[in-house]
């Protein structure tokens, strides 16, 4: 009777924790976003799976809770981390008054700011902010202050959804914003498809961004007022004296 909500990186093996692997080595059905499960399958296809697709959350998270409640072993799987725009959440709030027996166990994974900041070189090593760009949840009048704060905190800034095929223009937007405290010139990057097929990252000017298309696979870092690029790669700088 245990639920697991396993972060599993970016999708490839190497990406996933030996604990993440583990829970899902030990569960019996793995329950999960579409295209989640289908990456996993090569890696353990004696497992069962159940798959649903874009906007049907509640609906496997519920499914993993009663399959748990039934005695069963459950991974929950999120992409990256599951604490980060993923599943825990939700499980904790379903399984508050309807699924109390169920023990649930939140496995951490490493989540796209990070693999991300990995390929394009270091620009994490000093104080920034995450913000999903994605307005299915949260008003985009919310998100609006929320890219005010960083930007006038000087924060490099980690875009989660930055497009997509109904929100075509968030990115720019956000570019808009942040482009009121920041030179049109401060090094930005993009990472596509972190630890899958088509795996590539690219550093650009933020007033290149605000132009840029991308989809739900990249994540994008803009830089703050002291990144810049060393050897090629986008670096901001933690203040040691040198």
Not at 16 to 28: F, G, L, Q, R, V
Not at 50 to 67: I, N, P
Not at 96 to 109: M, Q, R
Not at 227 to 235: A, C, P, Q, Y
């Amino acid at each position: 009777m245990m639920l697991y909500i396993v972060g599993t990186g970016g999708g490839s093996r190497q990406g996933m924790t030996p604990e993440a692997a583990d829970a899902i080595e030990k569960s019996s059905l793995i329950v999960g976003y579409t295209v989640y499960c289908d990456l996993l399958r090569p890696f353990y296809p004696e497992k069962q799976y159940y798959s649903t697709g874009m906007r049907q959350e509640k609906e496997r998270v519920l499914y993993a809770l009663e399959q748990a409640a039934n005695g069963f072993d459950v991974s929950l799987v999120c992409s990256g981390d599951a604490g980060v725009y993923g599943m825990a959440s939700l499980a904790f709030e379903l399984a508050e008054n309807s699924f109390p027996g169920v023990e649930i166990k939140v496995i951490p994974g490493v989540t796209a700011a990070l693999s991300g900041a990995a390929l394009l070189g270091s620009p994490l090593t000093n104080d920034f902010a995450v913000i999903s760009l994605s307005d299915l949840l949260t008003p985009w009048e919310v998100i609006e202050k929320r890219l005010e704060g960083a930007a006038m905190g000087d924060l490099v800034i980690v875009l989660y959804n930055p497009m997509s095929r109904k929100r075509t223009d968030n990115l720019r937007r956000a570019c808009e914003i942040i482009l009121k405290y920041r030179e049109e010139n401060t090094p930005c990057g993009i990472a596509e498809n972190i630890g899958r097929e088509g795996e590539k990252c690219r550093i650009l000017t933020l007033h290149e961004l605000q132009d840029t298309a991308v989809d739900m696979f990249t994540t994008v870092f803009v830089g703050n007022s002291v990144t810049r690029v060393i050897d090629g790669k986008l670096v901001t700088p933690r203040g040691y004296r040198l």
